[in-house]
């Protein structure tokens, strides 16, 4: 299982940017898909999350700025982030909980990260 990440970069204050991370591989069902952050020196945390069913849950910090969506199809989730902050600069990972198979337990999967930079 993969997941890669794309659409990180360098943007000014107040501008946007649409992240997406896309899962391929042996993939029976995808669970929930969450994105973190990690801003250096600091510790990673998580930034929103989306259920298989649709439900979302965002971080007090983004809350009003970010979207998170997915295509189940596509097996893909999307973070959208306006109004960005010079606070929002981190390397941003996607996370899915994946099941192999029908009766397989649950994995975590990790991306590998895209950096977003926000200044001007």
């Known amino acids: 299982v993969q997941l890669v990440e794309s659409g990180g970069g360098l943007v000014q204050p107040g501008g946007s940017l649409r992240l997406s991370c896309a899962a391929s591989?042996?993939?029976?069902?995808?669970?929930?898909m969450c994105w973190h952050r990690q801003a250096p020196g600091k510790q990673r945390e998580l930034v929103a999350a989306?259920?298989?069913?649709?439900?979302?849950n965002y971080a007090d910090s983004v809350k009003g700025r970010f979207t998170i969506s997915r295509d189940n199809a596509k097996k893909t989730v999307y973070l959208q982030m306006n109004s960005l902050k010079p606070e929002d600069t981190a390397v941003y990972y996607c996370?899915?909980?994946?099941?192999?198979?029908?009766?397989?337990?649950?994995?975590?999967?990790w991306g590998q990260g895209t950096q977003v930079t926000v200044s001007s």
């Open positions: 996370n899915a909980e994946v099941r192999l198979k029908i009766f397989s337990a649950w994995s975590d999967y």
């Open positions: 591989g042996s993939i029976f069902s995808i669970n929930t």
């Open positions: 989306i259920t298989s069913g649709g439900t979302t």
